[in-house]
């Protein structure tokens, strides 16, 4: 079969054998496969993701001197079955799948492991336990980004924004519009979006974003409509000041009642949820310093260097900071049926096509935020430009 495998960061198209699915494994034909920034990251820093990957217990991370097949945004078609499977769905089934496999006890991640070829090839294997046949006749494009909608998701979730909270989403890649969508989809009325690159500003605007900010011009936390009840720590002094002399009123009311009250069900003023989708260093410092009191800041973006904060700065504003990756299959399924119902749109995501000749020049196109957010590869076309 024909694959993209990259060594030392440089790519090449070959003739690869076709892959024998293991036990409790299945092949796909591939029909579509993101480009994810993960990729372009694993192709340049794969050797400090492995470093972070194995302190932190995974040891199977890609190395820049092996021979890698990347992709782990795909989607494909049932084609062969390994030992120990329940062989659930016919051949030709339209499937998506967790980019993750499992050799006995040992996990290894898809498209970033030398031992778990991905989808930029004609062909990949998946687990079947981790595998979802594609429900409602969904397009192999839409299907294909499951993956990155559910990391999506799994940060909404995370970032658990009340219908009435404002939520913020600093950068605008296809990561922070996946973030905007999920948001929407989730019912928060109000997503204000920051970018300073303009195609990534109308795209943000298209996954649904209220208020779209270019920072080179005017500050997010400025644009919205509605107005903040705290903006600053004299707001949360005074808070205090104005709940204690309207319950010093009630007569015969322990008003220490109330503050319990409030803390068992997490209530109380709070500030808004802001994602964090750029991933550089210096980005979290400013969050922080120009952030409102109690907010809740995901971590979204995936910084690649070692960075400094304030923590004075976050104390003082009691602001809470989240850091998230992936999600859970659960999260993955109800991803899937979400697009497939049509409660997601992930259409404005998706802006060319190529095929296994056209990586290289798409990769070179993304280096570049003014025109393309999700390039997909399609194994078959003969396309070398997005």
Avoid at 163 to 178: H, R
Avoid at 280 to 307: F, H, K, N, W, Y
Avoid at 351 to 379: E, F, M, N, Q, R
């Amino acid at each position: 079969m024909r694959a993209v495998t990259v060594t030392k960061g440089e790519f090449r198209v070959e003739e690869l054998p076709e892959p024998i699915p293991g036990p409790g494994q299945l092949v796909i034909d591939v029909l579509r496969c993101g480009i994810c920034g993960s990729d372009l990251h694993a192709r340049t820093h794969c050797d400090e993701l492995a470093d972070m990957a194995a302190a932190t217990g995974y040891q199977h991370f890609m190395r820049s001197d092996q021979k890698v097949v990347l992709g782990h945004e795909f989607s494909g078609e049932v084609v062969d079955y390994g030992a120990g499977t329940r062989r659930r769905w016919k051949p030709g089934t339209p499937v998506v799948a967790l980019p993750i496999l499992r050799g006995g006890r040992v996990p290894h991640l898809t498209g970033l492991s030398a031992s778990a070829p991905g989808g930029y090839a004609e062909q990949t294997v998946v687990q079947e336990s981790m595998t979802f046949a594609i429900p409602n006749g969904l397009s192999a494009e839409h299907a294909a980004l499951t993956e990155p909608m559910a990391v999506g998701w799994h940060a909404v979730r995370k970032g658990r924004v009340g219908k009435g909270q404002t939520a913020f989403v600093i950068g605008c890649g296809p990561i922070g519009l996946a973030v905007i969508t999920m948001l929407k989809a989730s019912g928060v009325r109000l997503v204000i979006a920051s970018d300073f690159s303009p195609r990534r500003r109308e795209l943000a605007a298209a996954c649904g974003a209220d208020v779209v900010v270019d920072p080179g011009v005017d500050s997010p936390w400025t644009a919205s409509p509605k107005k903040a009840r705290i903006t600053g720590a004299s707001d949360i002094l005074n808070l205090g000041f104005d709940a204690m002399e309207k319950l010093r009123r009630i007569p015969n009311i322990p008003w220490w009642y109330v503050f319990r009250a409030a803390h068992s069900f997490n209530q109380g003023p709070a500030g808004p949820v802001i994602f964090e989708c750029v991933g550089v260093p210096g980005i979290l410092d400013q969050l922080l310093t120009a952030a409102p009191p109690m907010s809740r800041i995901v971590v979204v973006g995936v910084c690649m260097e070692s960075d400094r904060i304030h923590p004075a700065t976050a104390i003082n504003k009691e602001i809470e900071l989240r850091f998230v990756l992936g999600y859970d299959p659960g999260e993955f399924r109800d991803t899937l049926h979400m697009i497939a119902d049509g409660k997601v749109d992930p259409t404005p995501l998706i802006t060319g096509t190529v095929g296994l000749d056209g990586v290289d020049a798409a990769y070179t196109t993304l280096a570049s935020p003014d025109h393309h957010a999700k390039i997909l590869i399609d194994p078959r076309s003969a396309s070398t430009t997005p």
